[in-house]
């Protein structure tokens, strides 16, 4: 279960302070399908950036089965995002250098699979 406990973000620009995420509250069910909506502007890159431990919040607590994020390390946040979470972004955020094989064996890779494996995978999907 992932639960956000009154999340803040805030983004400064000069003397501009503009409040991304103020307050939120709310509770995820493991495997729950849920849809994030409002206007532009709103907020929801920043609520799926701090939910996918891309972007750190200021204020309040996330906690991922039962555990505080609070005093997570780099590497605790990286094992979160490799294991626990899957991300599909707008833009497909590919390795331009790269060939097609190359950037889907990657994400493999840094998962842990072995170089076997994340070939035939690759092969086979592809």
Do not use: C, P
């Amino acid at each position: 279960m992932l639960e956000l406990k009154n999340i803040k973000k805030q983004y400064k620009v000069g003397n501009t302070v503009t409040k991304a995420l103020d307050d939120v509250s709310v509770a995820l069910r493991q495997q729950e399908f849920v849809a994030i909506l409002g206007e532009s502007g709103s907020g929801k890159t920043t609520l799926l950036n701090v939910i996918g431990g891309l972007d750190q919040y200021d204020s309040g607590d996330m906690i991922i089965n039962g555990k505080s994020t609070k005093d997570f390390k780099d590497k605790d946040w990286d094992a979160y995002r490799n294991n626990s979470i899957g991300f599909i972004f707008q833009s497909y955020n590919l390795i331009s250098h790269q060939g097609i094989i190359d950037n889907v064996e990657l994400g493999m890779t840094l998962s842990g699979v072995s170089k076997k494996r994340t070939t035939k995978k690759t092969q086979k999907k592809l």
